[in-house]
T-cell receptor, first 114, second 114 residues
Framework: KAGVTQTPRYLIKTRGQQVTLSCSPI?????VSWYQQTPGQGLQFLFE???????NKGNFPGRFSGRQFSNSRSEMNVSTLELGDSALYLC?????????????FGPGTRLTVT | EDKVVQSPLSLVVHEGDTVTLNCSYE??????LLWYKQEKKAPTFLFML????IEKKSGRLSSILDKKELFSILNITATQTGDSAVYLC??????????????FGKGTKLSVKP
């Protein structure tokens, strides 16, 4: 079974631009969560989607948004990029929402904002 | 606020040593505890623990959960240089909220020297 895939793997953007990242969960998985990982803050939760609905949202500004499609694929968007948005963005999928379900991570998208 | 605390934050050992990594948690709607290994990429799933006192084992790695004392340990025996990584512990919350479904600790950085 194929794992979680994320595209693109690397991105370089300039301040003020916007970016869209994509995540395809493991086949059959319906829940997708997004995390931002930085050396100083570790893994921080962005949002979780299940059945095309945002179920939980982390403490990030409104510039960060996401959505989930009927095939469970998910996208996240960051508008008006800031230097501090440079990070590894990870998505994780699980069978259902809540627990106890194993969550598997994708390879991540490394975003650099200059 | 729910939290997960890992100790030690970093550890240096020599090949062949046995190590024990600790994870304590305070999560209101606890469902399970997960361990991940992260090298220079996305976290790789190791174990999910839901029941107290039942050891999960995979090769040289093993883990156990104590739901009364709210902690888990990850043991690695006969360490190898390939075990060098950051080990992340995450407690799964049934309802999520602003911290999301998985609440991560800061990780333990393990360095295994030849």
């Amino acid at each position: 079974k194929a794992g979680v895939t994320q595209t693109p793997r690397y991105l370089i953007k300039t301040r003020g631009q916007q970016v869209t990242l994509s995540c395809s969960p493991i086949s059959g998985h319906r829940s997708v969560s997004w995390y931002q990982q930085t050396p100083g803050q570790g893994l921080q939760f962005l949002f979780e989607y299940f059945s095309e609905t945002q179920r939980n949202k982390g403490n990030f500004p409104g510039r960060f948004s996401g959505r989930q499609f009927s095939n469970s694929r998910s996208e996240m968007n960051v508008s008006t990029l800031e230097l501090g948005d440079s990070a590894l963005y990870l998505c994780a999928s699980s069978l259902y929402q809540g627990g106890p379900y194993e969550q598997y991570f994708g390879p991540g998208t490394r975003l650099t904002v200059t | 606020e729910d939290k997960v605390v890992q100790s030690p934050l970093s550890l240096v050992v020599h090949e062949g040593d046995t190590v024990t990594l600790n994870c304590s948690y305070e999560v209101t709607n606890f469902r399970s505890l997960l361990w991940y290994k992260q090298e220079k990429k996305a976290p790789t799933f190791l174990f999910m623990l839901t029941s107290s006192g039942i050891e999960k084992k995979s090769g040289r790695l093993s883990s156990i959960l104590d739901k009364k004392e709210l902690f888990s340990i990850l043991n690695i025996t006969a360490t190898q240089t390939g075990d060098s990584a950051v080990y992340l512990c995450a407690a799964q919350d049934d309802y999520g909220g602003s911290q999301g479904n998985l609440i991560f600790g800061k990780g333990t950085k393990l360095s295994v020297k030849p």
